[in-house]
């Protein structure tokens, strides 16, 4: 490996983590979920460990942190044309590809996913232990070293997932000056309205899901299902062919042509304070231990560990019964 390979590997890049900072410094606020606590430190110190990407295999040293770089290269210039412009409507086709792409990789390369399958191994190989198996037959336990090539493994697979940020409705989103956005070391979060009964609701072609991505203290990106687009474009037309033959609308379809202006123009979507703390809610919910934020308020996150500390403080376990 280069001799000036870096040892110190972002799982959040800093580029994106220092879209939420304050100050000349560029110091950012961080609760820890775990301890309950908040302090300010450098985006060098967050989000990162030793040798995050490193690994071996056959006796040769490997590393994905040259791609990570290059990728990152790219979608760092997208973001920042978005952020300055406040529009989606300078996007170009390649634009689209890279930040699909830097969606799909962001949401496989943090630790939470390196803890759901050391989750899964565990849960599985209890149960098979309940059921009279030898695991180590069966399945054997994974220590970090195969976590880890198995999560590269995940993210080498980015190219394929990303299609489904592409072909989503991207809607640019832009919280007040009074209520910032928060992100954390999992920044991508799901959301879905729309119940599957017997089914999860939370998968990136699931009917109905929203998925956000923090670019900044001051905006967000929505990939909205494209199945939504299309009731909202129905929903418009309809409403619209209803007021030519009445001469009035029978309803206020204001909200449905709102979203689908900003879809179809780039513009920004101006969120309410309520919305921002629903995407900060997610962030919160999702993150495995650490919240960022331009300020030192973690008011919302104390609530949600004060309602419920298990799950909030804590990555979310795999269970198998």
């Known amino acids: ?178 209520k910032l956005l928060y992100t954390s070391d999992n920044p991508i979060t799901l959301h879905n309205l729309v119940e599957q009964p017997g089914r999860g609701n939370l998968g990136l072609t699931s009917p109905g899901i929203e998925i956000y991505l923090p670019i900044s203290k001051h905006f967000s990106i929505c990939f909205l299902c494209d199945s939504m687009k299309q009731a909202i474009d129905l929903g418009v037309q309809n409403a619209d062919s209803i007021q030519q033959q009445l001469g009035y609308y029978p309803m206020d379809i204001t909200p449905l042509q709102h979203i689908d202006h900003v879809i179809k123009t780039g513009k920004p979507d101006s969120l309410h304070p309520e919305n921002v703390t629903h995407q900060n809610s997610l962030q919160v919910l999702y993150s495995s231990r650490f919240i960022y934020s331009a300020t030192n308020d973690f008011e919302l996150v104390k609530s949600m560990i004060t309602e419920n500390p298990p799950q909030i403080k804590h990555p979310p376990e795999i269970t198998f019964q």
Request: glycine share 4%.
């Open 1 to 178: 490996m280069d001799k000036n390979h870096p040892k110190n590997q972002h799982y959040v890049p800093q580029f994106l983590l220092r879209n939420f900072t304050i100050g000349k410094k560029k110091h950012v606020y961080v609760f820890d979920k775990l301890l309950g606590k908040s302090f300010q430190t450098s985006t060098r110190n967050i989000a990162a460990e030793s040798g995050f990407y490193d690994y071996e295999r056959d006796g040769k040293q490997y590393s994905l942190e040259p791609f990570m770089g290059q990728m990152e290269a790219e979608a760092s210039g997208v973001i920042k044309r978005v952020i300055k412009q406040q529009s989606l409507a300078q996007l170009n086709n390649n634009d689209r590809v890279s930040l699909s792409l830097f969606a799909a990789i962001q949401q496989l390369r943090v630790k939470s996913v390196r803890h759901r399958i050391k989750s899964m191994n565990s849960g599985l190989r209890r149960v098979l232990a309940e059921r009279g198996f030898t695991c180590e037959d069966v399945l054997p336990e994974m220590n970090e070293d195969d976590v880890k090539q198995m999560s590269i493994e995940h993210i080498q697979m980015a190219k394929e997932f990303s299609k489904h940020f592409y072909d989503k409705a991207w809607i640019l989103q832009r919280a007040p000056k009074s």
